[in-house]
C-alpha cells in the first residue's frame, strides 16, 4: 500500500506517492492559478494525484490515505479550512471535495501546511524516532509546527503552534499580523535582510556593498562576515541573537526532544548552527543543570509537506 501527500499552496499544488517508511516514490505539481473557482482547484488536487498516481505505476485501490497540506486554520476533524487569507477561502470543506473526487475509496486527511512539514520532518527526516519534535521554517516569514507524544498540536482552535508571532521585542517592528516585535520580523529571511539594510546604511564601507550589488538577500551578511568584514559579522551576530531567543522562548515553553529548524539561511550550516546552539544552551532554563533539546537541521527541504500530508495516513490504516 501507498499514500499520496498534497501540499497545496497560493502559487503551486504538488503532490507526490509515499510508501509506508516515508520514503517519496514520485512527484508533480501544477500552477495554483488562483484567482479561481474552489471547485476547480479542488479537481485539480484530484486530477493531479491521480497523475501522479499513474505515473509511479500504482492503482486507486493500492492507495491507503490521501493526505492535504494547506495554509491557513484548518480542523482537521471536520476537513474544513476555516480561514486562508492568500485564497480567500473561508469554511471551504476541503475534505469533502476531494474525498468526492475518489468516491471515498481511501480516506482523506487535511492539516495545516506547516503541521505537515514538521511531521514530515518527525516521520522521515531530521526528527525521526523522538516522541516530542519542533520545526521551525526559516522564510519569508516563520513557519512552526510541534509534535507532542507523537501526534500534531492544533490548538483548541486549530491555530496554536504559531511561534512566528510570539513577540520578542516589545513595541518593535511592525508584523503583518499587526503586532510589533514579532518573532519573524527578526529571525526571518525577510528580518535578516532588513538588518542587512540597515547595516549596510550605516557602514558605507562594508563588503557588503560589494557582494550585493544592487540586491540585498539573506547570504550577502554571511558572505561577507566569512571574509572578515566586521559590519557583516554583526548582521549575523544579531540575527543569531534574535533566532536564539525565540527558539529559547520555545524550548522554555515546550521542552521537545529535537527543535529542527529549515529554510534557506540553513545552508549556512555550521555558520549558523554553531554559535545558535552556544547562545539558546547558555539561556535556555535549567542549563547546564538538566538535559536540554537537541537543535538540528532539517533534512527533508521542499518534499517534508508532501511526505508528512501523505503520512497522516498511517493513523488511519
Known amino acids: 500500500m501507498v499514500y499520496i501527500g498534497v501540499d497545496l499552496g497560493g502559487t503551486n499544488i504538488k503532490a507526490g506517492v509515499v510508501d509506508s517508511d516515508g520514503q517519496l516514490i514520485r512527484q508533480s505539481s501544477i500552477?495554483?492559478?488562483?484567482?479561481?473557482?474552489?471547485?476547480?482547484?479542488?479537481?485539480?488536487?484530484?486530477?493531479?494525484?491521480?497523475?501522479?498516481?499513474?505515473?509511479?505505476?500504482?492503482?486507486?485501490?493500492?492507495?491507503?490515505?490521501?493526505g492535504i497540506g494547506c495554509p491557513g486554520i484548518i480542523n482537521p476533524n471536520t476537513g474544513v479550512v476555516e480561514y486562508w487569507s492568500n485564497l480567500s477561502w473561508r469554511n471551504v470543506p476541503l475534505q469533502r471535495y476531494v474525498a468526492d473526487g475518489f468516491r471515498d475509496v481511501f480516506p482523506v486527511l487535511i492539516e495545516n501546511d506547516a503541521n505537515v512539514a514538521?511531521?514530515?520532518?518527525?516521520?522521515?527526516?531530521?526528527?525521526?524516532?523522538?516522541?516530542?519534535?519542533?520545526?521551525?521554517?526559516?522564510?519569508?516569514?516563520?513557519?512552526?509546527g510541534v509534535i507532542i507524544n507523537s501526534k500534531i498540536l492544533n490548538g483548541h482552535f486549530y491555530g496554536g503552534g504559531e511561534f512566528g508571532h510570539m513577540v520578542?521585542?516589545?513595541?518593535?517592528?511592525?508584523?503583518?499580523?499587526?503586532?510589533?516585535?514579532?518573532?519573524?520580523?527578526?529571525?526571518?529571511?525577510?528580518?535578516?535582510?532588513?538588518?542587512?539594510?540597515?547595516?549596510?546604511?550605516?557602514?558605507?564601507?562594508?563588503?557588503?556593498?560589494?557582494?550585493?550589488?544592487?540586491?540585498?538577500?539573506?547570504?550577502?551578511?554571511?558572505?561577507?562576515?566569512?571574509?572578515?568584514?566586521?559590519?557583516?559579522?554583526?548582521?549575523?551576530?544579531?540575527?543569531?541573537?534574535?533566532?536564539?531567543?525565540?527558539?529559547?522562548?520555545?524550548?522554555?515553553?515546550?521542552?521537545?526532544?529535537?527543535?529542527?529548524?529549515g529554510g534557506g539561511v540553513c545552508n549556512e550550516g555550521d555558520a549558523l548552527l554553531l554559535p545558535l546552539r552556544e547562545k539558546v544552551f547558555r539561556e535556555v532554563y535549567g542549563s547546564p543543570f538538566l538535559q536540554s533539546t537537541e537543535i538540528r537541521i532539517c533534512t527533508l527541504g521542499n518534499d517534508a509537506g508532501i511526505i508528512g500530508a501523505a503520512m497522516m495516513g498511517i493513523e488511519v490504516v
Open 168 to 261: 520578542i521585542q516589545h513595541g518593535g517592528r511592525l508584523c503583518t499580523c499587526g503586532r510589533y516585535g514579532c518573532f519573524e520580523t527578526y529571525a526571518s529571511a525577510t528580518g535578516l535582510i532588513n538588518l542587512t539594510r540597515e547595516e549596510m546604511e550605516r557602514s558605507p564601507g562594508s563588503l557588503m556593498h560589494k557582494l550585493a550589488d544592487g540586491e540585498v538577500n539573506g547570504r550577502i551578511a554571511f558572505d561577507a562576515m566569512k571574509q572578515g568584514d566586521k559590519a557583516g559579522t554583526r548582521v549575523v551576530d544579531l540575527f543569531i541573537g534574535y533566532l536564539a531567543c525565540g527558539i529559547t522562548n520555545i524550548i522554555n515553553a515546550l521542552q521537545p526532544e529535537v527543535l529542527s529548524i
Open 118 to 144: 514538521a511531521y514530515g520532518e518527525f516521520y522521515a527526516g531530521s526528527a525521526k524516532g523522538v516522541d516530542s519534535a519542533i520545526v521551525i521554517t526559516i522564510g519569508t516569514g516563520i513557519g512552526s
Open 31 to 66: 500552477p495554483t492559478a488562483y484567482p479561481r473557482s474552489t471547485e476547480e482547484i479542488c479537481d485539480d488536487i484530484v486530477m493531479l494525484s491521480r497523475h501522479v498516481l499513474e505515473q509511479s505505476g500504482f492503482s486507486v485501490n493500492q492507495v491507503a490515505g490521501l
